[in-house]
């Protein structure tokens, strides 16, 4: 069976669990993930290799592949300038695609359908809920790939509510195919990747063989540091918060040092939040906050990198950045690579 690869999109809308499934099926933390809606703010690819697997009398079995994922930010309504970046990243995510993913939380109650008991209208959140399926479903039925939907959580409801979400969803879409899985216990994974791999074309490698990501590591570290911020304070601090590198200094080899300890990355973030409450809050009582972040994310970027990591915090505060356009697009990452190279360009002349 000849090699296939594709560049596979995740879509849905927030907390449905799209980088809970982009990390169980690399089998690596790659994209954050919190139980807060609105995590994941830009599109982040994850390249994932499968192996060969032959057919066998109960499973129909597929070619070796090269499936390159694309998580995505949650469809929703944009609302400020960073909502408007965030649903262009899925309009990009969304643009020449092989196949697509339609995650859907199953433990989302279903709209009401007209003539069933009462007048049939949704209303209050189950409304606004439906009103929010419409609008995520409004984009794929542009798409001209194939869309799979996939029903995640599916280990939080019973096995009898399967059928009747099945029978729903299949009046709103023509999809590929129907597959229930949950991505936090990994069930139905198998028989997901099988299917999408049979929407690939046939074709070469897109990224080298053992290439987890084409997002450096600097970015995945600001993600990091955004994670525990996402975990350890409440309310709007979260959402009105960025994070950027200011300095990534990596060790010159990763060899262990002559007194056995690994070698030192030095790290300096800054969190940019929007009010001065809100940075007394990333700071906390005698600083007490922003440690607490930064020996989580220090944990964690360890382990992401191998290496020992010094890590400083900053906190500024850049007034209602998230209507600011010019920030916003700073922020984006592929971005900050170009003017990292320019500098460095600039540097060397
Ligand atoms: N019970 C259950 N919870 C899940 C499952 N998959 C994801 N979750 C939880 O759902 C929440 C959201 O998961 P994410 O993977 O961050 O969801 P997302 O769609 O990427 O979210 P956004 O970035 O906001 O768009 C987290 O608390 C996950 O642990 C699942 O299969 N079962």
Request: aromatic share 4%; hydrophobic share 40%; net charge positive.
């Amino acid at each position: 069976m000849a090699f296939r690869s594709g560049f596979v999109s995740i879509i849905g809308r927030p907390n449905a669990g799209k980088s809970t499934l982009l990390n169980a099926l690399l089998g690596q933390k790659l994209a954050i993930v919190t139980h807060k809606p609105q995590t994941t703010r830009t599109r982040i690819h994850g390249v994932l290799e499968v192996p060969l697997k032959k057919k066998t009398k109960v499973e129909a079995g597929h070619p070796a592949a090269q499936v390159v994922l694309v998580d995505t930010p949650g469809i929703h309504k944009p609302d400020t300038q960073l909502d408007k970046r965030m649903m262009q990243e899925v309009h990009d995510a969304l643009e020449s695609r092989d196949a697509v993913l339609f995650i859907v939380d199953v433990t989302h109650r279903l709209p009401k359908t007209p003539g069933a008991g009462d007048s049939g209208k949704a209303t209050g959140r189950m409304g606004m809920s439906a009103a929010e399926d419409d609008f995520a479903l409004s984009l794929i039925k542009k798409l001209e790939c194939p869309v799979i939907l996939v029903l995640n959580k599916m280990d939080a409801i019973p096995k009898k509510d399967l059928l009747p979400l099945i029978a729903h969803w299949s009046t709103l879409h023509c999809f590929a195919d129907v597959i229930p899985i949950s991505a936090r216990k990994k069930e139905g994974l198998e028989l997901l990747l099988e299917k999408v791999i049979g929407q690939l074309k046939e074709g070469q490698r897109y990224f080298p063989k053992h290439q987890l990501t084409d997002q450096p590591e600097r970015f995945l570290v600001a993600e990091l540091i955004r994670e525990k911020i996402l975990m350890l304070t409440g309310e709007e601090v979260p959402y009105a918060t960025a994070v950027v590198i200011e300095k990534f200094e990596e060790p010159t080899s990763l060899k262990k040092m002559k007194d056995g300890r690994l070698p030192v990355t030095k790290i300096s973030a800054v969190i940019f939040c929007e009010r001065t409450g809100q940075k007394a809050i990333l700071i906390g009582k005698q600083g007490e906050m922003l440690k607490r972040i930064g020996t989580a994310a220090r944990k964690d970027i360890e382990s992401l990198l191998g290496t020992r990591v010094f890590l400083e915090l900053f906190v500024k505060v850049q007034e209602e950045w998230r209507s600011s356009r010019g920030f916003v697009e700073d922020l984006d990452w592929r971005r900050q690579l170009e003017e990292i190279a320019a500098k460095q360009a600039a540097e060397e002349k």
